[in-house]
Nanobody, 124 residues
């Protein structure tokens, strides 16, 4: 099993650079790829970004290209989503997910493990 715990987020101002972190643990965590998804009220969950075990990155939304950056820590069990120039449309619950495969995929159903979610709310 793999446990994922997100941290960061909360109520932030437009234009601010919040950062979300995902800490993975468990005996089954080994060479897993990790992704970030988000879901706003009334909308479907969407793929934001993913990173392979060896560090290859993929971004799923044109709107976050150049603003969000995903990275993996040296110990490889922590994945960070740096969000720059936050916009009101970025407000959502953000979920960290991992799959038992090294490569990144964009389909939520392909992921095997999920965190509890971290809310990012943008002040008006």
């Amino acid at each position: 099993q793999v446990q994922l715990v997100e941290s960061g987020g909360g109520l932030v101002q437009p234009g601010s650079p919040p950062r979300l972190s995902c800490a993975a643990s468990g005996p089954s965590f080994s060479r897993n790829s990790t992704g970030w998804f988000r879901q706003a009220p009334g909308k479907e969950r969407e793929f934001v970004a993913g990173i392979s075990w060896i560090g290859g990155m993929m971004y799923g939304l044109d709107s976050v290209q150049g603003r969000f950056a995903i990275s993996r820590g040296n110990a490889k069990n922590t994945v960070t989503l740096q969000m720059n120039n936050l916009q009101p449309e970025d407000a959502a619950d953000y979920y960290c997910a991992a799959q038992d495969s090294e490569g990144v995929v964009t389909i939520s159903g392909e992921y095997d493990y999920w965190g509890q979610g971290a809310q990012v709310a943008v002040t008006p």
